[in-house]
């Protein structure tokens, strides 16, 4: 069987370890506006924690680089750490009012814009 380049066990193995450190640093987070009931959710970066990556969990999207440049391939591990998290119930959850949605989005895509570009 062909396996796309990246798949190797050692590598799941790197990256089963990196999704049990986000989860068990607490380092997933759903962002609930309320009372929209748009849901964000948040990743802290592995290694910076004050690199914050967007999941999408419906679209299998992930604003971090690894998913930028190897999404051909294969998925980021924090797009599996939101999955993960959702099944063992181990995520923080935020509640903010829509009328803060503007400053959200804005403070987010300037980090974005800072920390990975
Ligand atoms: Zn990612």
């Not at 980021?76 to 009012?97: D, F, G, M, R, T």
Request: net charge neutral.
């Amino acid at each position: 069987m062909l396996k796309p380049e990246g798949t190797t066990a050692v590598n799941n193995e790197v990256e089963a370890e990196k999704i049990n450190e986000l989860i068990n640093e607490k380092k997933v987070k759903k962002i609930v506006f309320a009372p929209s009931r748009v849901e964000i959710w948040e990743v802290k970066s592995h290694k910076n924690s004050s690199n914050i990556y967007w999941v999408d969990t419906e679209t299998k999207y992930c604003s971090c680089k690894g998913f930028y440049y190897s999404f051909t391939k294969k998925t980021c591990y924090h797009i599996s750490a939101v999955s993960a998290a959702l099944s063992q119930n181990a995520y923080k959850i935020e509640l903010l009012p829509d009328s803060g949605m503007n400053d959200y989005f804005s403070s987010q895509i300037h980090n974005l814009i800072n920390n990975n570009i």
